[in-house]
């Protein structure tokens, strides 16, 4: 707790809160939030979530934020990859299915916000999920479990279930129950992998996981779909 209520730390989580504030602007307008409000609150959440990531993530042994060029050049190799593989799972197996059952349901935003009918959008989406969703649900988490347990496979297994969870009740709570495997199963395995980047390769690759893993929804807009 000392490291992470340190001087150096607190300016250190608030310099990486500052960028994640601005990457999540664009899905904050999008999801009609009043930024007066929601800008303030998410460099607030972002703050706390960076200490987190600063402070425990190289106290457990993993890269943290900044990495060597070899480290973070291995690390984003493995993110491309991996989002070229996943890229024609999605377009040819899972947006069809998943985009049909949310355009079925009453509560149009969730939709829009999964797969944006814009460009503008498609790039909010992918900002939010390389800062924020990166940040709340892979590094910060992973940094914790890692500090508690120090066993990075016990820390990636908690963040995983987290993960699930979330996923879960997400998708119940608004209202949806078609396909619900298809909804769960590539936020765990998203996530898993995410952790992994996190803990071998820094903070970089994961957010380039992330963005890579949601370019399908560009293709959707650009066929028209």
Known sequence: MRNFVSESNLFKAMGLATVLTIMSAGRLVQAAKPLGLFLPL??????????AVTAWGRYAGMPGIMTNRRTLMRGAVFAVVLSLLALP??????????????????????????????????FSLVLWSAGFQTMFLEAAPMSLFARLTRRRSIAVALCAAMRTYIAYRQITEAGITNHLPLFIFPALVSTTAGCILFARFGLVPAMLLSAGLDIHVFFLVTAGR
């Open 42 to 51: 998410t460099f607030v959440i972002m703050t706390f979530v960076s200490g």
């Open 89 to 122: 799972v999605y377009v040819f197996w899972l947006d069809l299915p998943l985009r049909n059952t949310l355009l079925s349901m009453t509560r149009s935003p969730i939709a829009e916000l999964s797969y944006p009918s814009t460009l503008t959008g498609c």
